[in-house]
């Protein structure tokens, strides 16, 4: 059992798939960096100043009771609170985790399209005679079964 776990784990697939998961978490810090310092900034201040990730419904006070100035100090203070404004953030970083990938994946398909030589049918070596539909050499100037003469 020992041994066929390790050829398991020792394939190419399961292999690229570690790889592609420990780029993959490094990319979301990525992004949620992008998403959190860089674009909700400005979006916040083209909608009057507002900070989504304070955004939030309170369920049941905490001690000591609000009104709480942010999210901070309402899970400081033992709130239960509905946090849509961090589900926001988190969709606007899918969307671009998204969108990433979508453009990765498409131009991965366009160089492999560029690169299958095998897919590609060969150049025909054969024509089809006008008269009797029969296929022959692409340099024939008369046709070997019905004898027309080709242009």
């Given at each position: 059992?020992?041994?066929?776990?390790?050829?398991?784990a020792?394939?190419?697939?399961?292999?690229?798939?570690?790889?592609?998961?420990?780029?993959?978490?490094?990319?979301?810090?990525?992004?949620?960096?992008?998403?959190?310092?860089?674009?909700?900034?400005?979006?916040?201040?083209?909608?009057?100043?507002?900070?989504?990730?304070?955004?939030?419904?309170?369920?049941?006070?905490?001690?000591?009771?609000?009104?709480?100035?942010?999210?901070?100090?309402?899970?400081?203070?033992g709130?239960?609170?509905?946090?849509?404004?961090?589900?926001?953030?988190?969709?606007i970083?899918?969307?671009?985790?998204?969108?990433?990938?979508?453009?990765?994946?498409?131009?991965?398909?366009?160089?492999?399209?560029?690169?299958?030589?095998?897919?590609?049918?060969?150049?025909?070596?054969?024509?089809?005679?006008?008269?009797?539909?029969?296929?022959?050499?692409?340099?024939?100037?008369?046709?070997?079964?019905?004898?027309?003469?080709?242009?």
């Amino acid at each position: 059992m020992l041994k066929e776990f390790k050829n398991f784990a020792l394939r190419g697939n399961v292999m690229d798939m570690a790889v592609g998961i420990i780029i993959g978490a490094s990319f979301s810090t990525i992004v949620n960096s992008l998403v959190k310092d860089i674009l909700m900034p400005p979006i916040g201040w083209l909608l009057g100043g507002v900070d989504f990730e304070n955004f939030y419904l309170t369920v049941k006070i905490g001690t000591p009771a609000g009104p709480y100035l942010s999210l901070a100090d309402a899970q400081a203070a033992g709130a239960v609170t509905v946090n849509y404004g961090l589900f926001i953030n988190a969709i606007i970083s899918f969307l671009i985790v998204a969108l990433a990938m979508f453009l990765l994946i498409r131009a991965i398909n366009r160089l492999q399209e560029g690169d299958s030589v095998e897919d590609q049918d060969p150049a025909p070596t054969t024509k089809e005679c006008p008269f009797c539909f029969t296929d022959i050499p692409l340099q024939a100037t008369r046709c070997p079964n019905c004898t027309s003469q080709l242009k």
